[in-house]
């Protein structure tokens, strides 16, 4: 079973940057779609960006230009890396595994088993 351990989370000013981590074990690390998810206070997760097997790479909309995901196939580890972040980035990240499809909707319809404990992101205004 995949685990996943996120980190990198904090609390930054609004236009400040963040790269948050999370390592990956249980599964052959490189054949995985791995994305980004958050979840703010009250509010449903949401998917934010992804990163394919092949390296494409897909973003919400709020995040793009912003937002930049990768991954490295060595160390298992996908990275989020945040810049220019305003108050509604604020929540708790996740990560997990996904389809290997740039097709979002998808990844909203995908089943996921587990989830790691997730970093909190807090952007002060």
């Known amino acids: 079973q995949v685990q996943l351990v996120e980190s990198g989370g904090g609390l930054v000013q609004a236009g400040g940057s963040l790269t948050l981590s999370c390592s990956v074990s249980?599964?052959?690390?490189?054949?995985?779609?791995m994305g980004w998810f958050r979840q703010a206070p009250g509010k449903q997760r949401e998917l934010v960006a992804v990163i394919l097997t092949s390296g494409a790479t897909v973003y919400e909309d709020s995040v793009k230009g912003r937002f930049t995901i990768s991954r490295d196939n060595a160390k298992n580890t996908v990275h989020l890396h945040m810049n220019r972040m305003v108050s509604d980035d604020t929540a708790v990240y996740y990560c997990n595994t996904g389809p290997d499809t740039q097709r979002l909707d998808l990844w909203d319809l995908h089943e996921y088993d587990s989830w790691g404990q997730g970093t909190q992101v807090t952007v002060s205004s």
């Open positions: 249980g599964i052959y690390f490189s054949i995985y779609a």
